[in-house]
């Protein structure tokens, strides 16, 4: 037996109460009822502590810096013990792009799926809003970003350092939000 709300613990209770059960081992029944409130509370408290960056995000382009895509979409889910990543690109000229990453928050390289060359992406948390991402092509970094939730939630900046074609380091800050 499932109890979801408190007004289901509350409808045990009074039943018990009611019961000539309740009347001969009232201490049972409470145990009982006390043992179901402690099972369900941790369930309810993860289902309601979601992580901040989990969801549908959108490219907002009004702070592109330097925009490659009309449009972007991001989409972070819980996966096993980490995330599963999905990119959707349309490009300026109408070209679409997917990729894919699982990983977890271990600062592991893990794979992005559907490039033609060699990424890999390894993320590490910092705190509950912010984790950091490791680039590597080929094996090489090329970025490092780190992707901050706004404290509302509703907003997701990513800050990411690399090298320009003159070998200069630059960071560019791009926002997206929650659809």
């Not at 019961?19 to 009232?26: D, G």
């Not at 699982?102 to 910092?126: C, E, I, S």
């Amino acid at each position: 037996m499932v109890l979801d709300s408190y007004a289901e613990v509350h409808g045990l209770l009074t039943l018990c109460a009611e019961s000539a059960m309740f009347r001969l081992m009232p201490l049972r029944c409470l145990v009982f009822c006390a043992v179901v409130l402690l099972l369900i509370s941790p369930y309810q408290s993860v289902s309601s502590q979601q992580e901040a960056w989990l969801g549908t995000w959108s490219l907002n382009q009004e702070n592109a810096q330097s925009p490659r895509y009309k449009r972007v979409t991001t989409r972070i889910e819980a996966w096993e013990d980490g995330l599963k990543v999905t990119y959707d690109m349309v490009g300026i000229r109408g070209g679409v792009t997917h990729m894919e990453w699982t990983g977890k928050f271990d600062g592991k390289d893990y794979p992005m799926q559907g490039v033609d060359y060699v990424m890999t992406n390894a993320y590490r948390r910092l705190d509950n809003q912010t984790y950091e991402i490791v680039i590597k092509l080929d094996g090489v970094t090329s970025a490092t970003a780190r992707v901050t939730v706004s404290a509302d939630g509703r907003m997701l900046s990513v800050a990411t350092t690399e090298r320009d074609p003159n070998g200069k380091m630059k960071t560019t800050t791009t926002s997206y939000q929650k659809l």
